[in-house]
């Protein structure tokens, strides 16, 4: 009988959990709306999560422009920034993660850049090798994986603006 009491618990915690996963927030086009365009000698830098499971455990992911903090990336939603239009770097790192992600790129003054962050591929092996052999795993899989291209959590990858406003639609922008 306990065996059950247990597995009606982890069921109603999955569900409870599970219940809230529409982001509050402006969507891109009414922030655009009541924002405007990037101020003369500027340009926006927009990083976006797509949308997925946003039950227990989604934590935000810590992305910096320049080595500035921009608000937590959470499922489903995006964050952005303006900057002087010239060179600039978006970086990530994860707590208890051995490296950090880096993507540098140029921008013009006027325009809107997108990047899309999802978890690289170091990431996913390593949460794959604590999950199957706990700490131990996790030693082995950061010694296999200490040479990857990206030895950080997060991989940026650059949108086009017809397909990165496509994807955003849907999203909300991060608190």
């Keep these: 009988m306990t065996f059950w009491r247990g ?18 927030g402006l969507d891109f086009s009414g922030m655009m709306q009541r924002v405007g365009p990037p101020a003369a000698g500027r340009s926006r830098i927009v990083v ?20 500035g903090p921009m608000a937590d990336l959470k499922t489903g939603t995006y964050v952005y920034l303006d900057r002087p239009a010239g060179q600039h770097q978006l970086s990530a790192t994860a707590a208890m993660f051995p490296g950090t992600s880096e993507r540098e790129f140029s921008t013009q003054a006027g325009r809107t850049y997108f990047f899309l962050a999802r978890p690289s ?55």
């Design 7 to 24: 597995v009606f618990a982890l069921l109603i915690a999955v569900w409870l959990g599970g219940c809230e996963t529409e982001r509050k």
């Design 48 to 67: 976006l999560r797509e949308k997925g499971y946003a039950g227990i455990g989604d934590a935000g992911w810590d992305v910096k422009l320049d080595g």
């Design 121 to 175: 591929e170091r990431s996913k092996v390593l949460g794959g090798m604590a999950m199957a052999g706990g700490v131990a795993g996790l030693l082995v899989g950061a010694a296999v994986t200490s040479n990857n291209s990206n030895p950080g959590p997060l991989d940026f990858f650059p949108l086009e603006e017809d397909a990165a406003r496509t994807t955003i639609a849907e999203l909300r922008l991060a608190p």
